[in-house]
């Protein structure tokens, strides 16, 4: 058994092929988890695609002719401070849930993780059956690196 260099290899119809045409039976596990993240993400894709707005069944409101508009300003400066605080807090909180459900995520996927952080490849002990890789839109695993793995993971699980 030969261990490959990435570089050395190229991605065709699925498969990772040497140079020499031959193709390298891959662990179907991993396989399987890098098409998972590919579903996943083009489930995300078409719900943004097919977005439904919400329908506006907000009551009716009567206007009067007679209104008399009156406008008041008041300097609130330590109000202005807490809300500011309170929105930046608020972001926070919003950066550590979509960081959390990122990591969650990737956690289930531990293989790809593993396997975009290396510069070779392993081929699989035995080659039992027909191990495709699926990506149309994630593309070639060669080239994936772990930012693109966790950019994928955060669009993911920000937009479900």
């Known amino acids: 058994m030969r261990m490959y260099d990435k570089s050395e290899l190229r991605y065709k119809d699925g498969y990772i092929v040497t140079t020499d045409g031959e193709i390298i039976p891959m662990n179907c596990h991993l396989v399987d988890m890098f098409n998972q993240i590919e579903h996943d993400y083009q489930t995300m894709l078409y719900r943004l695609a097919n977005k439904v707005k919400p329908v506006d069944n907000s009551p009716f409101e009567f206007e009067s002719e007679h209104k008399v508009a009156i406008d008041f300003e008041v300097d609130t400066p330590e109000l202005d401070k807490a809300v500011s605080r309170t929105v930046a807090i608020m ?3 919003d ?45 070639n695993p060669l080239k994936l690196t772990l930012e693109d793995i966790v950019e994928l993971a955060t669009r993911i699980c920000n937009n479900e």
């Open 91 to 93: 972001d926070e909180i």
């Open 95 to 139: 950066l550590l849930d979509i960081t959390n459900k990122t990591k969650a995520y990737l956690d289930k996927f531990e293989a790809v993780v593993d396997w975009v952080n290396k510069d070779y490849v392993v081929p699989a002990f035995s080659y039992a059956g027909d191990c495709k890789f699926d990506l149309k839109y994630i593309g």
